[in-house]
C-alpha cells in the first residue's frame, strides 16, 4: 500500500519545475496596467549610518574656544514636553521641518561622560568648526540622565540654553527616536550660501 504513495512522490520530484509562462506574464502586466507611481515627495530619506563626529585638530585642543557661554540663562521646559527653540524672526515651519528631518544631519557630538564645564566647551568647539565647514545640521547627544544619580538628564537643560546663546543657532529640537529621542537634539545653523550652496 505504501509503495504507489512513494512512487507518485518520486515522479513529482523527477518532475521539470514549470517556468513562468507568456500567459502569466500577461496577466502579470495586466494587473499592473493602471498602476502610477506615487506623487514625489519633499522629505529627504537618511541613509542609515550615522555623521561621524568631527575630528577637532590638535591645535584646536591646545587653544581654548571662546567660551561666552552662562549656565544662568534659563530656558525653560516642563517634564515630558518636547525640546525645543526658535530664534525670534523665523517661521514655525522651519521648527516643523527640523522635526521631521528635512535637513540632513552633516555632523554629531556625544556629549556622554563629560562634565559640566567639559561639555560647555566641547559644544562650543563643536559648533565653531561646524561653522567653518558650513554645516548645515547637526546632532547633539546629551543622553537621557538614566545613569545619573536621580535619573534626570544632567546636560539638557544646560545644552539647551547654551544653544539658545549662540547666534548661529536657528532653531533646535529633541531628535526623532531614531536618532536619538529624549536624550539628542537637532540643531540648525546659520550658514552664508558661499558656505554651504545647497541649502537655503
Known amino acids: 500500500?505504501?509503495?504507489?504513495?512513494?512512487?507518485?512522490?518520486?515522479?513529482?520530484?523527477?518532475?521539470?519545475?514549470?517556468?513562468?509562462?507568456?500567459d502569466g506574464m500577461a496577466l502579470f502586466h495586466d494587473a499592473v496596467r493602471n498602476v502610477a507611481p506615487l506623487p514625489a515627495s519633499d522629505k529627504v530619506v537618511l541613509a542609515g549610518k550615522h555623521?561621524?563626529?568631527?575630528?577637532?585638530?590638535?591645535?584646536?585642543?591646545?587653544?581654548?574656544?571662546?567660551?561666552?557661554?552662562?549656565?544662568?540663562?534659563?530656558?525653560?521646559?516642563?517634564?515630558g514636553d518636547e525640546w525645543s527653540f526658535l530664534r525670534s524672526g523665523l517661521?514655525?515651519?522651519t521648527l516643523r521641518r527640523l522635526r521631521r528631518g528635512y535637513w540632513t544631519t552633516q555632523a554629531q557630538?556625544?556629549?556622554?561622560?563629560?562634565?559640566?564645564?567639559?561639555a560647555?566647551?566641547?559644544l562650543v568647539a563643536f559648533l565653531d568648526a561646524s561653522q567653518k565647514r558650513g554645516f548645515r545640521c547637526g546632532r547633539v547627544i546629551h543622553g537621557k540622565g538614566l545613569s545619573s544619580r536621580n535619573h534626570e538628564p544632567v546636560l539638557k537643560a544646560r545644552v539647551g540654553s547654551w544653544l539658545s546663546q549662540?547666534?548661529?543657532?536657528?532653531?533646535?529640537?529633541?531628535?526623532r527616536p531614531e536618532d536619538g529621542g529624549s536624550g539628542a537634539v537637532v540643531v540648525l545653523l546659520k550658514v552664508s550660501a558661499s558656505q554651504n550652496p545647497e541649502y537655503p
Not at 500500500?1 to 507568456?22: F, G, L, N, T, Y
Not at 557630538?109 to 567639559?118: F, N
Not at 549662540?166 to 531628535?175: G, H, M, P, S, Y
Open 91 to 93: 517661521s514655525r515651519q
Open 166 to 175: 549662540r547666534n548661529d543657532v536657528l532653531a533646535f529640537c529633541q531628535a
Open 109 to 118: 557630538l556625544d556629549l556622554h561622560g563629560y562634565t559640566r564645564d567639559e
Open 120 to 122: 560647555r566647551l566641547e
Open 51 to 79: 555623521p561621524q563626529p568631527i575630528p577637532r585638530p590638535q591645535d584646536d585642543r591646545q587653544a581654548a574656544p571662546d567660551d561666552s557661554l552662562s549656565d544662568h540663562i534659563p530656558l525653560e521646559i516642563a517634564a
Open 1 to 22: 500500500m505504501k509503495q504507489p504513495d512513494k512512487k507518485r512522490a518520486m515522479d513529482r520530484e523527477a518532475a521539470p519545475k514549470a517556468e513562468p509562462s507568456d
